[in-house]
């Protein structure tokens, strides 16, 4: 994971014989140079220089340091101090100083008192939805906090303790806060769980990446819709494929509208479809196309983007039938000319 050059950074700063261990407190803990000198060239026209004096595989332990000249105890450096300019000098040794960074202030101080931090709960179940009960736990990283709940309209409801597992049967937002010792709240932490109708099905004629499987293989029917960021996890990705799916409704029913939600971000690879055709059948083996409805957003617009492609209906049905199709290869102007690219879908919607 080397996160565009940020560990290199990393190291070559502790390469030169000091490290930031704290980000965002201004000071580097010394450490071992992997080099005899090291001169930074500060952008305000300055420069600071770290000698490392008897430095070897055996060597490695500061014995004594000096600034400018100037006995230096500390077995850190501030930032800055840093910025100053100047020159800094350690003498390395085989063994561990008893006296260098010795003492009450040679020490880097890291401890946090001023602002606490109280750990948000986190909220787990099986799944986001369900279709009868789900069972859900709330736990906490804190180990002398207690847990307090709310279900439904957090404004209105009044707190409860948390001490055994939640059984809901509706669709319920529940929100959780961390309460420590001296009363002391987190902030809070909320989760939707959605009661879906029973009796639906779905059929897959398409393969799934198994790094976009979203919750898996309902996850096309389970009322959760994923946002125009496709790493969220809400998004099922198809690559190189058509996506073809049929619905069962479990019985016949009314059905007014038929859609299906899709994404599209180029520089991922992925394109809105270039048609959706949605059909009917009443036994699910003869299907009556309803639409085909053709992709109008153009191709080459950078950004992401999510779209319903839809189609209004009166009729009586139990399956409903959806096919994809492909956007095809990378165009030759884009970055990934002649590779697959991916079609992204979150949910088939039957109103």
């Known amino acids: 994971n080397e996160d565009c050059g940020q560990m290199s950074a990393w190291y070559v700063l502790s390469a030169t014989g000091m ?36 430095l070897s595989d055996t060597n490695k332990y500061i014995q004594s340091a000096t600034l400018n000249g100037v006995n230096y105890t500390k077995s850190y450096l501030p930032h800055s101090t840093l910025m100053e300019g100047g020159e800094f000098v350690v003498e390395m040794g085989p063994t561990p100083s008893n006296t260098f960074g010795v ?13 606490h931090i109280i750990p948000i709960p986190f909220i787990e179940a099986d799944k986001k939805t369900f279709t009868e009960a789900l069972q859900i736990k709330i736990g906490s990283n804190c180990s002398d906090c207690n847990i307090e709940f709310k279900l439904g ?3 209105d409801t009044a707190w409860t303790n948390y001490t055994q597992p939640i059984i809901i049967k509706n669709t319920t937002t529940i929100t959780a806060v961390s309460v420590d010792a001296y009363g002391k709240r987190s902030k809070p932490v909320t989760s939707e769980f959605l009661k879906i109708k ?40 198809y690559q190189g494929q058509d996506v073809v799916a049929i619905v069962d409704l479990g019985k016949m029913e009314e059905v007014k509208r038929i859609s299906a939600g899709f994404l599209q971000d180029i520089r991922s690879w992925i394109w809105f479809p270039e048609q959706v055709e949605f059909y ?21 617009k950078e950004g992401s983007f999510t779209k319903e492609f839809g189609v209004e209906t009166h009729a009586k049905t139990r399956y409903v039938k959806m096919v994809a199709k492909n ?19 979150d949910e088939i919607t039957i109103e």
């Open 19 to 54: 490290y930031a261990v704290t980000p965002g407190l201004p000071y580097y803990t010394l450490g071992v140079p992997a080099f005899n000198e090291v001169t930074y060239n500060l952008e305000n026209g300055r420069s600071f220089t770290f000698k490392a004096l008897h």
């Open 153 to 155: 309209d957090a404004t």
């Open 103 to 115: 003492g009450q202030g040679n020490q880097p101080h890291s401890e946090i008192t001023n602002n």
């Open 198 to 237: 029973p009796g639906r099905s779905i059929t897959l004629f398409s393969n799934y990446a198994n790094q976009y499987a979203a919750e898996g293989n309902d996850a096309l029917i389970d009322r959760l819709k994923g946002s125009n960021n496709f790493r969220t996890g809400f998004w099922q990705g």
């Open 327 to 345: 956007f095809g290869v990378c165009p030759d102007w884009h970055l990934g000319a002649g590779g697959k690219t991916w079609i992204f879908v």
């Open 280 to 300: 009917i059948s009443e036994d699910g083996q003869v299907f009556k196309q309803l639409k085909t409805i053709k992709n109008t957003f153009s191709i080459k």
